[in-house]
């Protein structure tokens, strides 16, 4: 059997959990310039593909209740 004092949570993990509680909104960091030059280089969305991603992401926007899939 284990120790009690074992599974006690030090005020050290409160204060860590408490802070990776928090909600931040945004981005983490802004890109690098190669990030944003490798983003302009990047070849366009076959439009097929596009739509259907525009599609998915209406249909999850609008699913009701958990697990259903119109």
């Known amino acids: 059997m284990s120790d009690p004092a074992e ?3 030090t005020d050290a993990t409160r204060s860590t959990e408490a802070e990776d509680e928090q909600v931040h909104t945004g981005t983490d960091r802004m890109p690098t ?4 030059a490798a ?3 990047a070849p ?3 439009p097929e593909v596009a739509e ?3 599609k998915a992401a209406e249909r999850g926007a609008n699913i009701e ?3 259903k899939i119109g």
């Open 7 to 9: 599974n006690k949570v």
């Open 33 to 36: 310039p190669e990030e944003e």
């Open 39 to 41: 983003a302009e280089r």
């Open 44 to 46: 366009d969305l076959d």
């Open 52 to 54: 259907n991603y525009r």
């Open 65 to 67: 209740g958990e697990g």
